[in-house]
């Protein structure tokens, strides 16, 4: 099983500023990786697939990059909507994902 | 747009079987494949499994042994069936659609399912 490892588990940051999330994979996923938002009490929503392609309806300000076992998440400038959880899922082997990290108002 | 809607027990005692079921709408049940992905009180997101339009399925194994996914595209349903559950099968579970892209598009608002006595 490939184990995803996600870094900060919590992450405070002002509205406006940048956010950067982590994601390591325990072995190669290629560019099969996928993150997603989940709000409390909601289903997770898919932001970001094939590493770095914004689903349909993703704001700019989200972006990815990586490729291998090294990903990232970027929020270029935090709106208020954007504080949530946030996942990253393997899809190259089976189907993992990360613990999450939780991105908090500072 | 397309739903998923999750239906079934919101409580099962231990050792017996899950069942859940999820209704799509708004789309075809081809050419997609649909999952279950559950997530405990607090915790992250763990893949069960997933069944194609075709019937072609595919598990976590770390649960194989207990779980079952079955398709009906007539009706557009696609059920799981989780044995000898344990509290630690108590989770809020998802159904999702996979698309061609293998990532998880559509969710649904997901079911919490108590394992309790």
């Known amino acids: 099983e490939i184990v995803m490892t996600q870094s900060p588990a919590t992450l405070s940051v002002s509205p406006g500023e940048r956010a950067t999330l982590s994601c390591r994979a325990s072995?190669?996923?290629?560019?099969?990786l996928a993150w997603y938002q989940q709000k409390p009490a909601q289903a997770p929503r898919l932001l970001i697939y094939?590493?770095?392609t914004r689903a349909t309806g993703i704001p700019a300000r989200f972006s990815g990059s990586g490729s291998g076992t090294e990903f990232t998440l970027t929020i270029s400038s935090l709106q208020s909507e954007d504080f949530a959880v946030y996942y990253c899922?393997?899809?190259?082997?089976?189907?993992?994902f990360g613990q999450g990290t939780k991105v908090e108002i500072k | 747009q397309v739903q998923l809607q999750e239906s079934g027990p919101g409580l099962v005692k231990p050792s017996e079987t899950l069942s859940l079921t999820c209704t799509v709408s708004g789309d075809s049940i081809n050419p997609y494949y649909w999952s279950w992905i559950r997530q405990p009180p607090g915790q992250g997101l763990e893949w069960i499994a997933y069944v194609y339009y075709s019937g072609r399925t595919n598990y976590n194994p770390s649960l194989r042994s207990r779980v079952t996914i079955s398709i009906d595209t007539s009706n557009s349903q696609f059920s799981l069936s989780l044995t000898s559950v344990t509290t630690a099968d108590t989770a809020v579970y998802y159904c999702a659609r996979g698309n061609r892209h293998d990532v998880f598009d559509y969710w649904g608002q997901g079911t919490l399912v108590s394992v309790s006595s």
């Open positions: 899922q393997q899809y190259n082997n089976w189907k993992t």
């Open positions: 094939g590493a770095s």
């Open positions: 072995q190669s996923v290629g560019s099969n």
